[in-house]
């Protein structure tokens, strides 16, 4: 089966700027994850979907961060405007849901800010 | 609250060694354990996970853990260590009475030739 894709690999951008992260999950997978990872860290839950409706984005920084999950299908992470400390990779994942599923990883998106 | 904690930033190991990465949980329901490697500049890869039954899980790249439900414990072990073996490992933990999915901070592998 194909992976999780993501899209951009690498990004960087000025402080102040917007960003947007493209993620295409697993086929069928009802579930979708943005993690955000600090260097040295381990990954930090943005946002959970679950199908089309957000099941937690508790720790999601609303006044930058914005995500969607049109269809159910791919999703979109944006920040606006950006800030220094959201230099990290983003990372993308999806599961079939259940409760002893795996997470699928894609292999993230570098952002720096500068 | 549920929690993962991995207590080693960093674990050395001669090739050809046994290997051991620590894990402990707290959870308030029943645990679903987890544990995936991550390459550099790469995503996280599943690599076992433990449900409920026995407690030696045997997962990919002869990898194996250890569930301790008296000591809270979930730890990544292998009998022979490779060079290759060497990355960033992460415990992870689902919580029964809870949809989260928690990640720990990670332990480097070091596997010296």
């Known amino acids: 089966e194909a992976g999780v894709a993501q899209s951009p690999r690498y990004k960087i951008i000025e402080k102040r700027q917007s960003v947007a992260f493209w993620c295409n999950p697993i086929?069928?997978?009802?579930?979708l994850y943005w993690y955000q990872q600090i260097l040295g860290q381990g990954p930090k839950l943005l946002i959970q979907?679950?199908?089309?409706?957000?099941?937690?984005d508790s720790q999601l920084p609303k006044d930058r961060f914005s995500a969607e999950r049109l269809k159910g299908v791919d999703s979109t992470l944006k920040i606006q405007p950006a800030k220094l400390e959201d230099s990290a990779v983003y990372l993308c994942?999806?599961?079939?849901?259940?409760?002893?599923?795996?997470?699928?990883f894609g292999n993230g998106t570098r952002l720096t800010v500068t | 609250a549920q929690s993962v904690a991995q207590p080693e930033d960093q674990v050395n190991v001669a090739e050809g060694n046994p290997l051991t990465v620590k894990c402990t949980y707290s959870?308030?329901?029943?645990?679903?354990l987890f544990w995936y490697v991550q390459y550099p500049n790469r995503g996280l890869q599943f690599l076992l996970k433990?449900?409920?039954?026995?407690?030696l899980v045997k997962g990919s790249y002869g990898f194996e853990a250890e569930f301790n439900k008296s000591q809270t414990s979930f730890h990544l072990k292998k009998p022979s260590a490779l060079v290759s073996d060497s990355a960033l490992y992460f415990c992870?933990?689902?919580?029964?009475?809870?949809?989260?999915?928690?990640f720990g901070t990670g332990t480097r592998l070091k596997v010296l030739a």
């Open positions: 994942a999806s599961s079939s849901g259940g409760y002893n599923s795996p997470l699928h």
């Open positions: 086929s069928g997978h009802a579930t």
């Open positions: 979907f679950q199908n089309n409706g957000v099941v937690d």
């Open positions: 959870v308030s329901g029943n645990p679903y």
């Open positions: 433990y449900i409920t039954g026995d407690n």
């Open positions: 992870a933990v689902r919580d029964s009475a809870s949809y989260k999915y928690i």
